[in-house]
Nanobody, 127 residues
Framework: EVQLVESGGGLVQAGGSLRLSCTAS????????IGWFRQAPGKEREAVSC????????YYADSVKGRFTISSDSAKNAVYLQMNRLKPEDTAVYYC????????????????????WGKGTLVTVSS
C-alpha cells in the first residue's frame, strides 16, 4: 500500500521552530517531485516548498523563503521541512506530497501533478 505519513506538527509560539517529517512506504521518491503543501482555514491549498527534479532544484514560497528549509534522505525515503521563526500566518495543516507528473513537467508546485498525499499534520502558531 502506498502511504505518506507526516509527523512533527504541534502548537508553538511565534518565533519558535518545528521540524516536519514525511516518510513514504510502498513506493520510492525516485523520479517524483516531492514537497510540502499547506492549507489554512478558509484558504486554498498552496505549495510551501518542494524538490522538483533530479538535480535537486527547489522551490520556496515567498512567504517562507529564508525561514523554511526542505531536505530529503533517499536512504530513508523521507522528506523534511525545517521551519524556523514561525509566524501565526504559518498556521495550517501541512501535507507532504509526491508526484510523477510534477517531476516530468518540472513543476513541483502543481497540485494536480502530485499523485500521493499524506493525511496532513496540524501546525498552530500562537501569538
Amino acid at each position: 500500500e502506498v502511504q505518506l505519513v507526516e509527523s512533527g506538527g504541534g502548537l508553538v509560539q511565534a518565533g519558535g521552530s518545528l521540524r516536519l517529517s514525511c516518510t513514504a512506504s510502498g513506493f520510492t521518491f525516485d523520479d517524483n517531485a516531492i514537497g510540502w503543501f499547506r492549507q489554512a482555514p478558509g484558504k486554498e491549498r498552496e505549495a510551501v516548498s518542494c524538490i522538483g527534479s533530479s538535480d535537486g532544484s527547489t522551490y520556496y514560497a515567498d512567504s517562507v523563503k529564508g525561514r523554511f528549509t526542505i531536505s530529503s534522505d533517499s536512504a530513508k525515503n523521507a522528506v523534511y521541512l525545517q521551519m524556523n521563526r514561525l509566524k501565526p500566518e504559518d498556521t495550517a495543516v501541512y501535507y507532504c506530497a509526491a508526484g510523477r507528473l510534477a517531476y516530468i513537467l518540472g513543476a513541483c508546485t502543481y497540485t494536480n501533478g502530485m499523485d500521493y498525499w499524506g493525511k496532513g499534520t496540524l501546525v498552530t502558531v500562537s501569538s
